[in-house]
Each structure stands twice: as C-alpha cells, then as structure tokens.
C-alpha cells in the first residue's frame, strides 16, 4: 500500500497569504509529481521532481513553487495566493525504473480555497 | 499536446450489471492506467497496462491494452454500490519522467 501523506487536508485562506502545501512519502520513491484538479474534472500535471535537487514545470502553467531536498519531501508553494488559485492539490511518487513507466501512487489532497 | 477522451462521461446502472468505459487518444502511449477516485480522495491504483493487446485482470475489473496503442478499455463485471466514484484512464510514455496525461473521467453511480 502506498504511503504518501499531503497536509493539509483542507485550507481556507485570505488573498495574498503565503501558503505551502506539504507532501511526503514513505516510499523511497525518487519521483514525485504535484497535480492540479478541479473537483470532477481531469487532473493536470504542474510540477514533477526526478530526484533531490531536481524539479521541472509540468504542462500546465502555474504560478506555485516547488522543492526537493530531501527525498520523501516535496512541498508545494505559493508566494501571494489568490482566487484564481482555488482548486483541489495531489501529490503523487512513483519508483524510477530504467523500462517501464511504474504506476504513481497519490495522496488524498489539499483543497484549498482562497478568498 | 496529448488529450485522452473517455467515455462515457457518466454513466447510472444498476447494482449486478456490467459496466465497459473506453479511453482514446490521438497520440501513442506505450503504458496505461486506470484509477478510481473516491470523493474527498486521491486517486487508487486499479490496473497497470504495459502491452499492446495486453488483457489484465483485478479482481471483478478487466482492462485492455489496445493493439493501436491509443486507446483501453476497463469493464467492470457485476456492480457494487461502492464501485460508484470516478474512473480514469491515464497514458504515458517511457522517457517522460513517467509523466502521466490523465482522461476525462467516466463518473459512475449505481443504484440499488
């Protein structure tokens, strides 16, 4: 079973707030993704890690932050947060293999709310 | 860039019936997925797909790998209540930093 842990669950917050989202995996897994959904709709790819030290921008533009320093721990920021910015925020790992695609593994999300 | 298509977009059945959902693409993918996503939670894992014509099987869920490699296929046989939530298919290719691209969703909701 896949243990990755997102907090917090739930987050409402006044415009122009810093705000970090948190992820960590107990897995060891080198990869690590932050997505972007809105409630029913398909999930979009915003931010990925390869490893420490390692992140890139995902398909879909977006005006948060991330890092990775340590392997199991992949926070998600956000410098002024706006309305915009309202949306529900997963974070998945998976392992690296050299062949195959290994399936990700997602946490239960943040929701936030901005107001 | 890529888009996945599924359908049907929502579907209502009844509880013991058989349910087929289908993704399609206009690109290639070399690895599917399908997961179910619960409200209030994130998605779970239900079958990984890694061959072209590959069947495989989890339990009451079934999906196919197609032969043109852009498109699956998940049924479901025998419906349960708990069965209702959200399912996606999601493609990938090797070389991506496994990025996934997810479909639509197919929203399912069973009644008794």
């Known amino acids: 079973e896949a243990d990755i842990y997102q907090t917090p669950r739930y987050l409402v917050i006044g415009t122009g707030k810093k705000i970090t989202l948190e992820c960590s995996q107990t897995m060891g897994h080198d990869k690590m993704y932050w997505y972007q959904q809105d409630p029913g709709m398909e999930l979009h790819l915003i931010h990925y890690?390869?490893?420490?030290?390692?992140?890139e921008k995902g398909d879909l533009s977006s005006e948060s932050t991330v890092s990775r320093i340590r392997t199991e721990h992949f926070p998600l920021t956000l410098e002024s947060a706006r309305p915009s910015h309202t949306s529900q925020y997963l974070c998945?790992?998976?392992?690296?293999?050299?062949?195959?695609?290994?399936?990700?593994?997602f946490g239960d999300g943040t929701r936030l709310s901005i107001l | 860039g890529q888009q996945l298509n599924q359908s049907p977009q929502s579907m209502f059945i009844q509880e013991g019936e058989d349910v087929s959902m289908n993704c399609t693409s206009s690109s290639i993918f070399n690895t599917w997925l399908w997961y179910k996503q619960d409200p209030g939670e994130g998605p779970v894992l239900l079958i990984a797909l890694y061959k072209a014509g590959e069947l495989t099987s989890n339990g009451r869920l079934t999906a196919q790998f197609g032969i043109t490699r852009k498109d699956s296929f998940l049924n479901i046989s025998a419906s349960i209540p708990s069965d209702v939530g959200i399912y996606f298919c999601a493609g990938a290719n090797t070389g991506t930093a496994s990025k996934l691209t997810f479909g639509t969703g197919t929203r399912l909701q069973v009644t008794l």
């Open positions: 998945a790992s998976s392992e690296q293999h050299r062949e195959t695609n290994q399936p990700q593994h």
């Open positions: 890690s390869y490893g420490v030290n390692s992140t």
